[in-house]
């Protein structure tokens, strides 16, 4: 007997298919705090069906396991605590994770499309023999996913018949899951012998009042049209008249005007800000790749065919030698 589907059995089918996904979240964190993006994770996670648990491992990571385990859509969390996880090293994070999904049976693995997950998840997915995606922006069923391609200026519908989905999420396509109202069971998961073929030594960060950038309601960022390092005060003092992050582009990473921590773009930071305000930036691809998400763009160019304005809300043809000083003292007032 040959059974006919319709739409009703059909969308039956997808949630019963649902129910049996589960999911785990690699959480990034710095032992004292999660990263933003891992929210954004596990709303995508969510959107799979099923069970979502997320692994926290660190060297003394208890207190953001109690964090996520308060996070909504959260069902578990595995936590493991060992030196050889400080400082995230994915040559020791990559067994870890091998490990947890013998034991628990994923059907998908993610993280944020950060540097963290970028460098973590290829591993674990060459050692698992199945093919990576990247930079997803919508799930569409249990394996049916859409992603960026050519700098975030294409989408590629990817259909992924493999037995574990190993993706990294963009996290300005989904919403953060709220941090308060869930109610996640912890459970402690034995550490992986260390792999010793990597050691943490240090971090050095740049410290700054001023907001943390890929979580920033504004940002101000600066191209090429700078000229010079020294010129960014300009930005800086606007930024801080606005309570904004100071971002830049790759031609002025490259310039050596500002640190590549600095740099929005396809290579650097995903930003998606309540407003993103473009100096002396032409818009190349690259950039609007990491930045064309935000809410309201304002941009700043002395030339009027510069690309960056046909993404713009509001765009000024101007000096912006003149311009953003004009802007800065008009906040004063």
């Not at 999904?101 to 023999?129: E, M, W, Y």
């Not at 709220?178 to 971090?203: L, R």
Request: net charge neutral; hydrophobic share 40%; with cysteine.
């Amino acid at each position: 007997m040959i059974r006919t589907f319709n739409k009703t059995n059909l969308r039956g089918l997808t949630s019963l298919l649902q129910r049996f996904q589960s999911t785990l979240v690699v959480a990034e964190h710095n032992d004292d705090k999660l990263t933003p993006i891992t929210l954004n994770a596990i709303t995508a996670a969510n959107k799979l069906g099923g069970d979502v648990s997320c692994l926290v491992a660190g060297a003394n990571c208890g207190k953001v396991a109690e964090e996520i385990s308060k996070v909504q859509g959260v069902k578990k969390v595995l936590v493991v605590q060992h030196d050889s996880y400080k400082g995230a090293l994915p040559e020791e994070l990559t067994p870890l994770i091998l490990a947890t999904h013998k034991q628990f049976n994923f059907t998908h693995i993610c993280a944020g499309a950060s540097a963290f997950g970028k460098n973590l998840l290829p591993r674990v997915a060459a050692k698992l023999d199945v093919a990576p995606i990247s930079d997803i922006i919508e799930i569409k069923s249990p394996d049916t996913f859409v992603r960026t391609i050519y700098a975030g200026n294409a989408l590629s519908t990817v259909k992924c018949n493999e037995p574990v989905k190993v993706f990294t999420v963009r996290g300005t396509s989904f919403e953060a899951a709220a941090t308060e109202g869930g109610s996640a069971t912890k459970e402690d998961v034995a550490a992986t012998s260390p792999m010793d073929v990597s050691e943490w030594v240090e971090q050095n960060l740049t410290k700054s009042d001023r907001p943390e950038l890929t979580s920033a309601k504004v940002v101000v960022s600066g191209g090429r049209g700078l000229k010079s390092g020294e010129n960014f005060k300009l930005l800086y003092d606007l930024a801080d008249k606005m309570n904004a992050a100071v971002g830049a582009s790759r031609a002025a990473v490259d310039a050596g005007y500002v640190p590549n921590d600095m740099q929005v773009g396809q290579t650097g930071k995903i930003v998606a800000p309540e407003l993103y305000i473009a100096v002396g930036i032409s818009g190349a691809i690259q950039h609007l790749a990491g930045m064309k998400d935000s809410k309201t763009i304002v941009a700043i160019n002395k030339d009027p065919e510069a690309p960056i304005f046909q993404v713009a809300d509001f765009g000024l043809v101007a000096d912006l030698f003149k311009a953003v000083p004009e802007m800065t003292e008009a906040l004063n007032k």
